[in-house]
């Protein structure tokens, strides 16, 4: 866990205003989980959409953008 004395002396607020680099503290020390380097990757997660196709359906065969005749030929 970030000390609140490791957060002011951090070099990100380096050549700060001090009212500004105050509220970034304020804003770090609320957040400090968010800013801490992740311990290890998020876990795998199944899949989250699909695609349901109809059976005995063509694919459409038209292109994806509308084109003039002669783009087209």
Do not use: W
């Not at 866990?1 to 205003?17: N, T």
């Not at 609320?30 to 005995?56: A, V």
């Amino acid at each position: 866990m970030i000390k609140p004395k490791d957060i002011v002396e951090s070099e990100a607020f380096q050549g700060c205003d001090a009212k500004i680099k105050y509220d970034l503290v304020e804003v770090v020390k609320t957040y400090d989980k968010m800013f801490q380097e992740p311990e290890r990757l998020p876990p795998k997660i199944g899949i989250q959409h699909e695609i349901q196709l109809q059976q005995d359906v063509p694919l459409p065969n038209i292109g994806m953008y509308r084109m003039s005749v002669l783009e087209n030929a």
